[in-house]
């Protein structure tokens, strides 16, 4: 079990720049979360897959934000056209559809600087 | 809506000291539980869970019951050490329709000194 990783685990852009991240989960597990947390405040849900359907979306997320899954395991988060109010730390997390209550493991997060 | 609310921080313990951060929540539905841990410079770790009422959750000497009447679940250890320095997050899932977002705190930082 190697656990959920992130890439990259920073990132400095321009306002105005397109962004990607990419999250990789436990290889076993089957649904897949984004979160997005700034400072001095817990995370906040962004968007859910299980499997490579995306099941629910946030109303935090703009239509500047994209996220894909398309084998139904590692994922991409797109945010283009920058702005420094997305400043943060994005994580990732992942979870089997067969654990009762479903029970969320973490990646270390991309922090993200628009400058 | 679901919502956690955590004591603010930061909370200053002199080793050994017993620890309790209160969480309660208010749910749309039957909520589990949880607690969660994040290090300096670390993603957030699974400290423990509990799905029903009267549950105890417990790891590496942290414990916390689900109470229902009260609608909380306070984080306690009964002897901290230097090294639990983190920040700690509860968090509450509310099954709906198959989506299981986590509702979390604004986490409460604590530092442990010798």
């Given at each position: 079990?190697?656990?959920?990783?992130?890439?990259?685990?920073?990132?400095?852009?321009?306002?105005?720049?397109?962004?990607?991240?990419?999250?990789?989960?436990?290889?076993?597990?089957?649904?897949?979360?984004?979160?997005?947390?700034?400072?001095?405040?817990?995370?906040?849900?962004?968007?859910?897959?299980?499997?490579?359907?995306?099941?629910?979306?946030?109303?935090?997320?703009?239509?500047?934000?994209?996220?894909?899954?398309?084998?139904?395991?590692?994922?991409?988060?797109?945010?283009?056209?920058?702005?420094?109010?997305?400043?943060?730390?994005?994580?990732?997390?992942?979870?089997?559809?067969?654990?009762?209550?479903?029970?969320?493991?973490?990646?270390p997060g991309t922090r993200l600087t628009v400058l | 809506g679901d919502s956690v609310t955590q004591m603010e921080g930061p909370v200053t313990l002199s080793e050994e000291a017993f620890l309790t951060i209160n969480c309660t929540y208010?749910?749309?539905?039957?909520?589990?539980?949880?607690?969660?841990?994040?290090?300096?410079?670390?993603?957030?770790?699974?400290?423990?869970?509990?799905?029903?009422?009267?549950?105890?959750?417990?790891?590496?000497?942290?414990?916390?019951?689900?109470?229902?009447?009260?609608?909380?679940?306070?984080?306690?250890?009964?002897?901290?050490?230097?090294?639990?320095?983190?920040?700690?997050?509860?968090?509450?899932?509310?099954?709906?329709?198959?989506?299981?977002?986590?509702?979390?705190?604004?986490?409460?930082?604590?530092?442990?000194?010798?």
């Amino acid at each position: 079990d190697t656990g959920v990783s992130q890439n990259p685990r920073h990132k400095i852009t321009k306002r105005g720049q397109n962004v990607t991240f990419r999250c990789d989960p436990i290889s076993e597990h089957n649904r897949l979360y984004w979160y997005r947390q700034t400072l001095g405040q817990g995370p906040e849900f962004l968007t859910y897959f299980q499997n490579e359907a995306q099941l629910e979306k946030s109303r935090l997320l703009s239509d500047r934000f994209s996220a894909e899954r398309p084998k139904g395991s590692f994922s991409t988060l797109e945010i283009q056209r920058t702005e420094q109010g997305d400043s943060a730390m994005y994580l990732c997390a992942s979870s089997s559809q067969r654990v009762v209550p479903d029970t969320q493991y973490f990646g270390p997060g991309t922090r993200l600087t628009v400058l | 809506g679901d919502s956690v609310t955590q004591m603010e921080g930061p909370v200053t313990l002199s080793e050994e000291a017993f620890l309790t951060i209160n969480c309660t929540y208010t749910a749309t539905g039957y909520p589990s539980l949880f607690w969660y841990v994040q290090y300096p410079g670390e993603g957030l770790q699974l400290l423990l869970k509990a799905t029903k009422a009267d549950d105890k959750g417990s790891n590496k000497g942290f414990e916390a019951t689900y109470r229902k009447e009260t609608t909380s679940f306070h984080l306690e250890k009964g002897s901290v050490q230097v090294s639990d320095s983190a920040v700690y997050f509860c968090a509450l899932i509310v099954v709906t329709g198959g989506g299981n977002k986590l509702t979390f705190g604004t986490g409460t930082q604590l530092k442990v000194e010798l």
